[in-house]
């Protein structure tokens, strides 16, 4: 209990490669939301790093009710 799950995704434009109906993106998206779901339901603390060529955005790790939107509103 109480780690720190942080999932870092590439957002580039290398990432909007289809694949099988849906963008590298989109799949990387999914399985951040998942894996920190299950994190939060656990106790753990999940958190967000993602970068492009330019910017990187950090959300810390946190283990509030509301984590998981504010995860999915970054992304």
């Known amino acids: 209990k109480s780690q ?3 999932s870092v995704i590439d957002v580039s434009r290398v990432m909007l490669l289809p694949f099988k109906g849906l963008s590298l993106l989109d ?25 492009n060529a ?14 998981l939107r504010r995860l999915l509103d970054a992304l």
């Open 27 to 51: 799949y990387a998206i999914n399985t951040s939301l998942v894996i920190s779901n299950i994190a939060l339901r656990k106790q753990d603390k999940a958190g967000l790093i993602h970068f």
């Open 4 to 6: 720190q799950i942080y």
């Open 54 to 67: 330019k910017t990187i955005r950090i959300i810390p790790a946190e283990r509030t009710y509301t984590q």
